[in-house]
């Protein structure tokens, strides 16, 4: 038998300077991610250990690491790369979904936020 499990993170929040216009990245704003990550444990959970799963709190830094890090014009690009670093940190994630949530985006009216979706199938 196989048990798989789904892990998720939400609102993680970050100040950053993604975006086309020159203003986003001079001003920068907050970004919140949400990762849903489908996981197929190294080892019966029963045996209770860290190793055969993903340490959220590790997955949080590492999507920290790339939301803070260098700037990206797409919040696509952005949600594809932590997909894709969270899948190759973590060989236990068969299914990366990651949200990108822009509040603040240049928009011509109201709204709450632009969002992006990424599904990343290992």
Not at 27 to 34: A, P
Not at 42 to 58: A, C, F, H, K, N
Not at 106 to 121: K, N, R, S
Request: aromatic share 10%; charged share 25%.
């Amino acid at each position: 038998m196989t048990t798989t499990y789904t892990i998720t993170m939400k609102n993680c929040a970050f100040f950053a300077r993604h975006g086309l216009h020159d203003a986003e990245e001079f001003l920068g704003q907050r970004f919140f991610v949400d990762a849903e990550l489908d996981v197929s444990p190294s080892m019966p959970l029963s045996d209770d250990q860290i190793e055969s799963t993903v340490d959220y709190g590790v997955a949080f830094e590492e999507i920290e690491a790339i939301v803070t890090g260098r700037r990206r014009f797409l919040i696509e690009a952005l949600a594809q790369e932590i997909a894709t670093a969270l899948c190759a940190r973590f060989p236990q994630i068969r299914r990366a979904r990651i949200s990108v949530r822009k509040p603040n985006a240049p928009v011509a009216g109201v709204l709450d936020y632009v969002q992006v979706t990424v599904d990343h199938v290992v």
